[in-house]
């Protein structure tokens, strides 16, 4: 099956500071790859994703580059916010294999 | 559009009991999944259920088991409970990853269960 190996945290940043999550993963064929977010006492909501090698999937001023080469697909952010603090989830999915996540990465930005 | 509801928010049992926690998927969505959070392992999956029919499992006990009924509503139920098996459990619906890779999954809000 799908795995993934996300790097965890927490991850404490100071407001304005430059983000990286990284994430690689195991699949099997050709996944779709995705960043879910979970904020504090919600559920997990899509933050964005991309389906082909070389994509760059974006949204909120978050980005990530789906690299086949190094099964990797790392988000990135050039300025986080407070309300940017929460917990990000890497996720690959292929064929009829469920959508399996990482531990997840706590970030908390401090003002 | 409604989202993802489930029921109840929030649960406590004694151990050695039995729950069952319900999920009402997006109108129109055929698959729902189950996941159990913890601090220490994180978002595991437990099943997936499409048109009424297990597609996937993961890797707990058989005292987890689900159900999906014709209108995709699900239920899940843990007979038994045990300490460790509170945890915040959470449900998404999508319309059908199995064929399209890219499909986005929704999520509800959770149920917290709290095993004494």
């Known amino acids: 099956g799908n795995s993934v190996t996300q790097m965890e945290g927490p991850v404490t940043l100071s407001e304005e500071a430059f983000l990286t999550i990284n994430c690689t993963y195991t699949?099997?064929?050709?996944?779709?790859l995705f960043w879910y977010v979970q904020y504090p006492g919600e559920g997990l909501q899509l933050l964005l994703k991309?389906?082909?090698?070389?994509d760059k999937g974006s949204n909120k001023g978050f980005e990530a580059t789906y690299r086949k080469e190094t099964t990797s697909f790392h988000l990135e952010k050039g300025s986080v916010q407070v309300s940017d603090s929460a917990v990000y989830f890497c996720?690959?999915?292929?064929?009829?294999?469920?959508?399996?996540f990482g531990k997840g990465t706590r970030l908390s930005v401090i003002a | 559009k409604a989202g993802v509801t489930q029921t109840p928010r929030y649960l406590i049992k004694t151990r050695g009991q039995q729950v069952t926690l319900s999920c009402s998927p997006i109108?129109?969505?055929?698959?729902v999944s189950w996941y159990q959070q913890t601090p220490g392992q994180g978002l595991q999956f437990l099943f997936e259920?499409?048109?009424?029919?297990?597609?996937n499992k993961g890797n707990f006990p058989g005292r987890f088991s689900g159900r999906q009924f014709s209108n995709s509503r699900s239920e899940m139920n843990v007979s038994t409970l045990e300490l460790g098996d509170s945890a915040l459990y959470l449900c998404?619906?999508?319309?059908?990853?199995?064929?399209?890779?890219?499909?986005?999954?929704?999520f509800g809000q959770g149920t917290r269960l709290t095993v004494v």
């Open positions: 991309a389906t082909k090698a070389d």
């Open positions: 998404a619906s999508s319309s059908n990853p199995g064929i399209q890779t890219n499909t986005e999954a929704f």
């Open positions: 699949a099997t064929g050709y996944p779709s």
């Open positions: 259920y499409f048109s009424e029919t297990q597609r």
């Open positions: 109108s129109g969505h055929r698959s």
């Open positions: 996720a690959p999915l292929s064929g009829n294999t469920p959508l399996v």
